[in-house]
């Protein structure tokens, strides 16, 4: 089993930025892929970027350039540098980890937290 514990988020102002950030905690050694991501009112939740336990990063094309995900493998964590934000990206974003194991991949989340980004 994996815990995911995120914190960050809240309220910003457009233009603004905001670091989320989330601890993995449990069997952590076998997570390969972390990432973040988010679902806004009405719609489905939707990919904003992952990263490889080897540091290999994917990204929504809506947040590339703007967004950036890092990782630390030793404590566990995983970030998600956001900058230049807009009211779209207005929404609860959630920590994924996927642990493989047995042959067999399983998918953790956090409780998730809100962003919101005003106009």
């Known amino acids: 089993q994996v815990q995911l514990v995120e914190s960050g988020g809240g309220l910003v102002q457009a233009g603004g930025s905001l670091r989320l950030s989330c601890a993995a905690s449990?069997?952590?050694?076998?997570?390969?892929?972390m990432g973040w991501y988010r679902q806004a009112p009405g719609k489905q939740r939707e990919l904003v970027a992952t990263?490889?336990?080897?540091?290999?990063?994917n990204y929504a094309d809506s947040v590339k350039g703007r967004f950036t995900i890092s990782r630390d493998n030793a404590k566990n964590t995983v970030s998600l540098q956001m900058n230049s934000l807009k009211p779209e990206d207005t929404a609860v974003y959630s920590c994924n980890a996927r642990r493989r194991w047995l042959a067999f991949d399983y998918d953790y989340w956090g409780q998730g937290t809100q962003v919101t980004v005003s106009s």
């Open positions: 449990g069997s952590t050694s076998s997570i390969t892929v």
């Open positions: 990263i490889t336990n080897i540091g290999s990063t």
